[in-house]
T-cell receptor, first 113, second 116 residues
């Protein structure tokens, strides 16, 4: 089955700096890669996703890149703000068919004001 | 359109009792997933269901745990003879399934089980 590894497990940045979280996946058939943000005590919520036919996607301060050959994808947050502090999970799945979603182990991001 | 509804939000059980967690997926969603999350840890896959079918239960312990998603009514995750190690947040998520363009999951607020 799919295996998703995520690094780092914790990340502290100064407000205004950038944060990068990296994930690798094992199943070459995976074609959908979402990122979820989970604030303390809350449910995970989708913040951005990318499909395998795209190499990069941006949404304001958030961007995701995908390297299918190397089977890795990354989340980039620029101009970090205290409200970005949360746990971020990457995930991989095969959209459209058997859709089991496998999550990474999470990255706890702390943005220091 | 109501989101994914889970109940109860908090459940306290004594060792040996049964816990039943319910999940109503978003309207129109035919796939349901259950994940377990221990404090300060990630989302561990338990089971993936369609209506009346278990698609993948590879993450669910073989004993004491069962899940169903009947034709009518919510999906239920059942834990028999609970032990302290079962204390966790159990998240349900739903997706459109094969009719969906993506595999985007929509999560419920979670059910927090505490075993005394």
């Amino acid at each position: 089955g799919e295996n998703v590894e995520q690094h780092p497990s914790t990340l502290s940045v100064q407000e205004g700096d950038s944060a990068v979280i990296k994930c690798t996946y094992s199943d070459s058939a995976s074609n959908y890669f979402p990122w979820y943000k989970q604030e303390l005590g809350k449910r995970p919520q989708l913040i951005i996703d990318i499909r395998s036919n795209v190499g990069e996607k941006k949404d304001q301060r958030i961007a995701v890149t995908l390297n299918k050959t190397a089977k890795h994808f990354s989340l980039h947050i620029t101009e970090t703000q205290p409200e970005d502090s949360a746990v971020y999970f990457c995930a991989a799945s095969r959209a459209g068919g058997y859709q089991k979603v496998t999550f990474g182990t999470g990255t706890k991001l702390q943005v220091i004001p | 359109n109501a989101g994914v509804m889970q109940n109860p939000r908090h459940l306290v059980r004594r060792r040996g009792q049964e816990a039943r967690l319910r999940c109503s997926p978003m309207k129109g969603h035919s796939h349901v997933y259950w994940y377990r999350q221990l404090p300060e840890e990630g989302l561990k896959f338990m089971v993936y269901l369609q209506k009346e079918n278990i698609i993948d239960e590879s993450g669910m312990p073989k004993e004491r745990f069962s899940a169903e998603f009947p034709k009518e009514g919510p999906s239920i995750l059942r834990i028999q003879q609970v032990v302290r190690g079962d204390s966790a947040a159990y998240f349900c998520a739903s997706s459109l399934g094969q009719g969906g363009v993506t595999g985007e999951l929509f999560f419920g607020e979670g059910s927090r089980l505490t075993v005394l």
